[in-house]
């Protein structure tokens, strides 16, 4: 289970560089920590409304041969690394460039539009090396022999048709049906480039949390069980009930979608992007550990996609701004553009065949 002890002097990210405050000496955090008071609802629940972030520098998995924690030194290199980057990607594209090659990624315009992050994840005063923290390596474990077997039996399905088809064959986020990677899960990870920011909303009997990315949202009710949903009733993200332990909101969820994807935007293996198995259930806890924090830490049990159960802390930041519309959607020229794109192609090849 998730380590219940949270310690609520010590939370938070270390943020340099643009738009970001750094966070206050250690001492100095500790105190003001110990003056705060736990905001509380009208009805006596402890409030976590309002904006949220969880976007950082640290990645979702250790690097190998890494401890859990960073020392100051690699936080300060990593820091200083990240201003660099953020610099060098927002001056202005070169408008004499060259165009790109034929078939190959356009780009954009620079990185004004992407926000990689830019702290380091800190929780009980300790700069973690990655938001995955259980099994002991931070790293999520292979896949057990069916998850294995039924992501292969989905890659085959998909490697039988050109991927360009049909739209059944692109994916989710492609079609606007979900977000890619897992912005709002369970569990909710940071999407690496853009957009990893929420909004809670509370009354006395739901939790609603929405993210930025695309149009996602889950309602959840506050109650002691789940209610009596049948098996096959899966919508997206699945069916979730919560309950307070003490200062902590617990989060349960079960019967997620069969074609729900634990993915991560970034990367490049796709390692992380499985297929989830029926059985999966998923525990997350939302604790408020300062004006400025939001402790999410979340527990995924499916042994019949890993070979064990895994899970993380991410410290949530609050957002100081709005959250717009994504209007997936109304904006989706791509999907129209991949599909009559192939079908072009296609009728140059007939053509060339006659």
Not at 151 to 164: I, K, M, N, P
Not at 185 to 207: A, F, K
Not at 312 to 323: N, S, T, V
Not at 328 to 341: A, T, V
């Amino acid at each position: 289970m998730i380590t219940r002890a949270v310690a609520a002097t010590a939370c938070g990210f270390l943020f340099a560089g643009v738009g970001y405050t750094p966070v206050a000496a250690q001492g100095q955090q500790s105190e003001s920590a110990e003056a705060w008071t736990l905001p509380r609802t009208e009805w006596g629940h402890p409030d976590l409304q309002g904006n949220w972030t969880n976007q950082s520098r640290t990645p979702t998995e250790r690097p190998r041969g890494q401890g859990p924690t960073l020392t100051e030194a690699q936080v300060e290199s990593i820091l200083r690394g990240a201003e660099a980057r953020i610099e060098a990607g927002s001056a202005p594209s070169d408008p004499d460039r060259p165009p790109p090659s034929a078939g190959g990624n356009v780009g954009g315009y620079n990185n004004i539009y992407y926000d990689f992050g830019q702290g380091v994840a800190r929780v009980n005063g300790e700069a973690r090396s990655s938001l995955i923290t259980f099994p002991a390596d931070g790293r999520i474990p292979p896949l057990s022999p069916a998850g294995e077997l039924r992501l292969q039996s989905y890659h085959d399905v998909r490697l039988s048709f050109g991927e360009a088809d049909h739209p059944e064959v692109r994916t989710q986020s492609d079609r606007c049906l979900v977000s890619y990677g897992s912005p709002l899960g369970p569990p909710m990870l940071p999407t690496g480039g853009y957009n990893s920011n929420y909004t809670i909303v509370q009354n006395q009997d739901h939790v609603l949390i929405h993210t930025e990315m695309v149009h996602d949202f889950r309602v959840i009710p506050l109650a002691e069980s789940a209610e009596d949903v049948p098996d096959n009733i899966t919508p997206w993200f699945g069916v979730s009930w919560a309950r307070w332990e003490g200062n902590t909101l617990v989060v349960e969820t079960t019967n997620v979608h069969p074609r729900q994807m634990l993915g991560h935007t970034f990367d490049p293996t796709f390692r992380l992007s499985v297929l989830l198995s029926e059985d999966a259930r998923f525990e997350e806890r939302f604790t408020r550990v300062d004006e400025r924090t939001l402790l999410y830490e979340f527990e995924v049990d499916d042994l019949g996609t890993y070979s064990e159960k895994w899970g993380g802390q991410i410290p949530m930041r609050r957002f100081d701004d709005l959250l717009f519309e994504y209007a997936c959607h109304e904006g989706n020229y791509s999907l129209e553009g991949i599909l009559s794109g192939a079908r072009y192609q296609e009728r140059l090849a007939e053509e060339r065949r006659r």
